[in-house]
T-cell receptor, first 113, second 115 residues
Framework: NAGVTQTPKFQVLKTGQSMTLQCAQD?????MSWYRQDPGMGLRLIHY???????DQGEVPNGYNVSRSTTEDFPLRLLSAAPSQTSVYFC????????????FGPGTRLTVL | AQSVTQLGSHVSVSEGALVLLRCNYS??????LFWYVQYPNQGLQLLLK??????LVKGINGFEAEFKKSETSFHLTKPSAHMSDAAEYFC?????????????FGTGTKLQVIP
């Protein structure tokens, strides 16, 4: 089991550029989430999905887009990058039953100049 | 809405000393509670979780946490700190019922272990 994988590990963008952060899991988890981590702010939920074809907004969704066409993949799109989106991004997945334990990917460190 | 407060963004302890990281939660119903650990440049991994089976929860690497409903606390402890414990620790809470149960994270506590 690879668990949750994320690509790329590092990315530098210029303001206004767009890009997609990839996330995949091989545990057949229905629930997947994207978080951003900023110093002193913990992890904040950007978007989440409860299954293929179903997504919803978290607490900081502006400037980001998601889709879920398969159970395995949950890409995060930055539509027009801004310096405020400089952050570390984590993808997580978890099963529908149980105690909400999440499994995290290794993260993508994004810098927007 | 549920929330989590972690007291102290940075904690320093000497190697061999007691580790105590504080977490208080706010939830209208008994929640699930978690501690996650993040080593430098890595993702988060589960340290331990409270699901109601027992109030004293033991986790990996010698850590444990006690759920105290009267104090709405879930503090993390370890009797003797090791250098390898240096990391950032996050407390988290989620509801048990409803549809998608969001997990809310605290702001994190960085643990420094001094040799």
């Amino acid at each position: 089991n690879a668990g949750v994988t994320q690509t790329p590990k590092f990315q530098v963008l210029k303001t206004g550029q767009s890009m997609t952060l990839q996330c995949a899991q091989d545990m057949n988890h229905e629930y997947m989430s994207w978080y951003r981590q900023d110093p002193g702010m913990g992890l904040r939920l950007i978007h989440y999905s409860v299954g293929a074809g179903i997504t919803d907004q978290g607490e900081v969704p502006n400037g980001y887009n998601v889709s879920r066409s398969t159970t395995e993949d949950f890409p995060l799109r930055l539509l027009s990058a801004a310096p405020s989106q400089t952050s570390v991004y984590f993808c997580a997945s978890r099963p529908t039953s149980g105690s909400n334990t999440q499994y995290f990917g290794p993260g993508t460190r994004l810098t927007v100049l | 809405a549920q929330s989590v407060t972690q007291l102290g963004s940075h904690v320093s302890v000497s190697e061999g000393a007691l580790v105590l990281l504080r977490c208080n939660y706010s939830s209208s119903v008994p929640p699930y509670l978690f501690w996650y650990v993040q080593y430098p440049n890595q993702g988060l991994q589960l340290l331990l979780k409270y699901t109601s089976a027992a109030t004293l929860v033991k986790g990996i690497n010698g850590f444990e946490a006690e759920f105290k409903k009267s104090e709405t606390s879930f503090h993390l402890t370890k009797p003797s700190a090791h250098m390898s414990d240096a990391a950032e620790y996050f407390c988290a809470v989620s509801d048990r019922t409803g549809g998608y149960q969001k997990v809310t994270f605290g702001t994190g506590t960085k643990l420094q272990v001094i040799p």
